[in-house]
T-cell receptor, first 119, second 116 residues
Framework: NAGVMQNPRHLVRRRGQEARLRCSPM?????VYWYRQLPEEGLKFMVY????????ESGMPKERFSAEFPKEGPSILRIQQVVRGDSAAYFC?????????????????FGPGTRLTVL | AQKITQTQPGMFVQEKEAVTLDCTYD???????LFWYKQPSSGEMIFLIY??????QNATEGRYSLNFQKARKSANLVISASQLGDSAMYFC?????????????FGKGTRLHILP
């Protein structure tokens, strides 16, 4: 069972370009979370999605950032008109749907991250 | 206010010694979960251990144990018999509330160096 996949692992963009980061959750997982890690910092929550729905986007910058998780295909985090301050590691995590009788536990399985560098 | 506080930015420990990484948290929600993650230099996030706020016993996973002191809002990670491969960043994290899908809030991390 493959883990959470993210691609690309490294992405270089010039200021003003667009960055598209992809995340394929673990098989059977229907919940996807995106986090951003600035250098020497912990991860900061950005957005939580289920298939075709944004559940919580309280951590997303109001402009230039968007996320989707379509019915088919990976989740996409899109950053338009990137700036140097967007340089960071972007992590995706997934968790399975809650099943009846399952012990309450929110383990999120993290992908390897995408390191975005804006020149 | 910081939800998760890790006061040790860096630590140096001799191999084979036990290590305690400090973590305090702040929440008014009676239901929460606490996590520790390891991030080696390769960058991936590795889940280590979980403690629920209603768990009666301290969580343990192999060489990792979580010293959970609820009244003090403290959730220190203890690594017994440290190894060179334990050198990494360690993040304490918390999920608040009863809804299992709540986001995880991370501390700033502690960089652990194990010395041969």
């Amino acid at each position: 069972n493959a883990g959470v996949m993210q691609n690309p692992r490294h992405l270089v963009r010039r200021r003003g370009q667009e960055a598209r980061l992809r995340c394929s959750p673990m098989k059977g997982h229907s919940h996807v979370y995106w986090y951003r890690q600035l250098p020497e910092e912990g991860l900061k929550f950005m957005v939580y999605l289920q298939k075709e729905n944004i559940i919580d986007e309280s951590g997303m910058p109001k402009e230039r950032f968007s996320a989707e998780f379509p019915k088919e295909g990976p989740s996409i985090l899109r950053i338009q008109q990137v700036v140097r301050g967007d340089s960071a590691a972007y992590f995706c995590a997934s968790s399975p749907p809650e099943l009846a009788g399952q012990q309450y536990y929110n383990e999120q399985f993290f992908g390897p991250g995408t390191r975005l560098t804006v020149l | 206010a910081q939800k998760i506080t890790q006061t040790q930015p860096g630590m140096f420990v001799q191999e084979k010694e036990a290590v305690t990484l400090d973590c305090t948290y702040d929440t008014s929600d009676p239901s929460y979960g606490l996590f520790w993650y390891k991030q080696p230099s390769s960058g991936e996030m590795i889940f280590l251990i979980y403690q629920g706020s209603y768990d009666q016993q301290n969580a343990t996973e192999g060489r990792y144990s979580l010293n959970f002191q609820k009244a003090r809002k403290s959730a220190n990670l203890v690594i017994s018999a440290s190894q060179l491969g334990d050198s990494a960043m360690y993040f304490c994290a918390m999920r608040e509330g009863r809804v299992r899908d709540d986001k995880i809030i991370f501390g700033k991390g502690t960089r652990l160096h194990i010395l041969p």
